[in-house]
């Protein structure tokens, strides 16, 4: 399954909100920001992977394993959210287990899904 393009945020703006009002939390690999919509019926969401991360092809695979595990995730997180991901330059080390694990651990420490 692919994740549909009406699930991804692209304007710079709701970067910006998501970063300054939502609420964001840590882990080893990850960071993700979370801000309430309650009018969508569906989360959105954004990897960001600096350069610090990694050249690009390590910077494409990191997304390539968060994308992953949000196809096999997505339907445990509560809709009406925005999600933005930021990669830190440990990820580039990351199995896709313990990014699956830090993605589970994230969504769950902002009460983002179901235990």
């Given at each position: 399954?692919?994740?549909?393009?009406?699930?991804?945020?692209?304007?710079?703006?709701?970067?910006?909100?998501?970063?300054?009002?939502?609420?964001?939390?840590?882990?080893?690999?990850?960071?993700?920001?979370?801000?309430?919509?309650?009018?969508?019926?569906?989360?959105?969401?954004?990897?960001?992977?600096?350069?610090?991360?990694?050249?690009?092809?390590?910077?494409?695979?990191?997304?390539?394993?968060?994308r992953?595990?949000?196809?096999?995730?997505?339907?445990?997180?509560?809709?009406?959210?925005?999600?933005?991901?930021?990669?830190?330059?440990?990820?580039k080390?990351?199995?896709?287990?313990?990014?699956?694990?830090?993605?589970?651990?994230?969504?769950?420490?902002?009460?983002?899904?179901?235990?």
């Amino acid at each position: 399954m692919k994740l549909p393009r009406k699930l991804t945020l692209v304007d710079h703006a709701d970067f910006q909100e998501v970063r300054e009002k939502g609420k964001s939390t840590a882990s080893k690999h990850l960071v993700l920001a979370a801000l309430p919509k309650p009018e969508l019926d569906h989360f959105r969401y954004a990897l960001i992977t600096s350069k610090k991360a990694g050249k690009a092809h390590e910077r494409n695979h990191i997304r390539r394993l968060l994308r992953a595990t949000l196809v096999e995730i997505g339907d445990q997180i509560h809709p009406g959210h925005h999600l933005v991901f930021i990669a830190r330059w440990r990820a580039k080390e990351a199995t896709y287990a313990e990014i699956k694990k830090d993605v589970l651990y994230l969504t769950r420490k902002l009460k983002l899904r179901s235990q």
